[in-house]
Structures are given as C-alpha cells and as structure tokens.
C-alpha cells in the first residue's frame, strides 16, 4: 500500500529534522576540537609543565617524575560537562589499557564544581583512574579552553596532542605516545609562579580591553571598582545540571546591570574564557541588553590572578586598587553600589 501525502510529508521532516541534529552535533564537536587545537598550537612539541599533584583520595603524584618513563594522559573535565560523561567510557577503557608504560589521570577544571560532585560520579560510572581536581594551576599550566580538554605527554616528556574529541586522532596519539622514544628527554619546565591577590592585597594597574574595543582600567581614582566574574554559558548551559547556579548567575546579571547606573562605584564584568569566544560574549550582552563593559578573559589570566573557580564572583577594588571585598553569594538580594562597597 503506497503512502499517504501526510506519511510522505512527516518522514520528508523527520529526516530534515535528523540532519539538522546531526549538523548541530557535528559543528558543536568541530567548535570544541579548533578551540582545543588552538589552545594546543603553542603547547605541542614543547616540554610538559613539572606539576606536583594530589588525588582526590590522598594520593600524590610527581608528573615530572613520570616523564622519560612513561607516557601520560590527561583529561580535564567536569561533572557538569555533558560531553565529558559522553567519552567517559572511552577514558575507562583507555585507563583498563594502558599497562606500565602510560599513566592516565583524570582532572577535574574545579571550575563552578566540587570534590563531593565528582565521588558521585566516580560512582556512578564506576571510574577507576585517579582523579585530580584542580585549583586553576593544571589548566593555566595546559590552557584550559574546553571541556573535556585532552593532553597527551609522549614518552620524551614533550607534549605531542591537545583535542576535544574521543576519536581516531587522540587514539593515534595515545597509541605514538606509548612508543619508546629515541630522543633524549626533554627537561620539565616548572610553571611560572605568578602573583595572586585576595582580600587586602593592592592589585596593580592594569587595562581591560572590554568588547567595544576600549581599554578600561582595572580601577580608578574618583571611586570603587566591582569586577563581576561571569560566564556567558551559565545561566542556560547549567539550568538543568546546576539549577541554583544558573540562577545565581542569571539574578547577579540583573541586579549588577541595575546597580551599574549607581554613580556611587563603577562596576565591569569579566567572561570566562572557558568555552566563550569574543562572539558569544557580544551574543550574550545583546541578548540580555548589558550596559555594562563587559570584557572577556580569554587566556584565564584575570581568573587564575583573583583565584575565581566559580561564577558568579564578585570582587571590589578601593580606588587605590586594594581589594576590599569579595563574595560568591551574589544573588537577587545584592545590596545597592553603597554597601556592596563598603569595607
């Protein structure tokens, strides 16, 4: 029986509706794979950081130690991170795998995240690598840009592929970097140890080159300063993995680009550069009509400086750019520029 007009009109949609998913997917995965080879550009070929790490479990581990001897597989992630738990059996597997000659660990970005969330997830996937959850100083150290973000470290100790994807590229590289290695292994490089500030330290003069293209200084003479810590993603990306996250984010926009027009302090909003580009930034501030300069930290220096891991983050700086105050409770019941600003 042939069918009908309405069957043929229905499966012409559905099938326009598959590949526009499909699409979708793709070019989502594309975008998360140029933005971690990007990252990566500078990164590969070059000795990986000497890095002393801790488990969530006590254990320490030396990565230094580990370079010449083995290779090592790092896979940045979080428990919010939808493809993240996607290749997690991949991950698995590959931990199963490895034998003596690759050690893998699993670090969580700590980013808008916590040790609790991640056992649970150790849970309930049955995930058996050690799991780091960082502070900010492995993804400073492998320029953290994406979620899952992959570093692969081959048996000289250079670091030979940064990716997104759990596909035939990362597993060409785990398996070219598992080959012994003639060359001579390259000395670990320790990070640099940079300055951070906190409540009462005075932060130096510097500009922020907001989405206008001005460049703003950090803080001024004639009055405070509040830096809103925000990411562009929060309020939709978390409104189901993170609810009262998203809903922080969301009243703290509100409540700031109202308090913003207060003449009594002047206030700036700083993006994450995880996962948001220049674009999605300036999408974001039309979209919600943002009158405030909003500038976006791309390399993740301003973050990593004032030791943000969670969005929102509010921080005010007196007018000789001491820090007088910072809060992650920032939500509807913020109090106006007066007392927001008070020491």
């Known amino acids: 029986m042939a069918p009908s007009f309405l069957g043929l009109v229905a499966m012409r ?76 059996p991949h991950f698995e597997r590959t931990y199963e795998q490895a034998g003596p000659d690759m050690a893998v660990i699993a670090i969580d970005v700590g980013f808008d995240d916590s040790v609790e969330e991640v056992r649970k997830v150790q849970k309930q996937l049955g995930l058996g690598m050690p799991i780091v959850f960082d502070d900010g100083s492995l993804g400073e150290a492998f320029r953290l ?14 670091i030979a592929y940064v990716g997104h994807m759990a596909d035939e590229k990362l597993d060409a590289a785990l398996a070219q970097a598992r080959r012994p290695s003639t060359a001579n292994v390259a000395s ?8 951070h500030y906190d409540v009462g330290d005075r932060v130096p003069a510097f500009d922020l080159h907001t989405l206008d293209g001005k460049f703003l200084p950090a803080f001024e003479a004639a009055r405070p300063t509040v830096l809103l810590f925000l990411s562009p993603w929060c309020e939709s990306y978390l409104a ?10 969301r009243s703290a926009r509100e409540r700031a680009d109202v308090l913003a027009r207060d003449s009594h302090a002047r206030w700036l909003g700083i993006a994450s550069g995880l996962w948001a580009s220049h674009d999605e930034l300036a999408d974001y501030q039309r979209e919600h009509h943002i009158d405030m300069p909003l500038a976006l930290d791309d390399s993740g220096a301003l973050f990593r400086r004032f030791r943000v891991m969670h969005v929102p983050t509010l921080i005010v700086l007196d007018a000789q750019g001491k820090v007088i105050r910072r809060t992650e409770e ?14």
């Open 330 to 343: 920032v939500d509807a019941a913020l109090p106006p520029s007066a007392a927001v600003t008070r020491r």
């Open 145 to 158: 840009r994406v979620t899952p973000q992959h570093v692969v470290i081959g048996r000289d100790g250079r």
């Open 240 to 249: 189901k993995s993170r609810p009262a996250i998203a809903q922080s984010c």
């Open 13 to 88: 949609y559905l099938i326009l509706l598959c590949l526009f998913l499909a699409c979708a997917s793709t070019h989502a995965s594309e975008s998360g794979q140029s933005r971690a080879e990007a990252a990566g550009r500078s990164l590969v070929g070059q000795p990986a950081p000497r890095m002393v790490v801790k488990t969530i479990d006590g254990q320490t581990i030396d990565l230094g130690a580990l370079y010449g001897k083995k290779a090592v597989y790092l896979k940045f992630w979080a428990t919010w991170c939808v493809p993240c738990r996607e290749q997690m």
């Open 188 to 195: 670990a490089i320790a990070p640099k140890d940079e300055p």
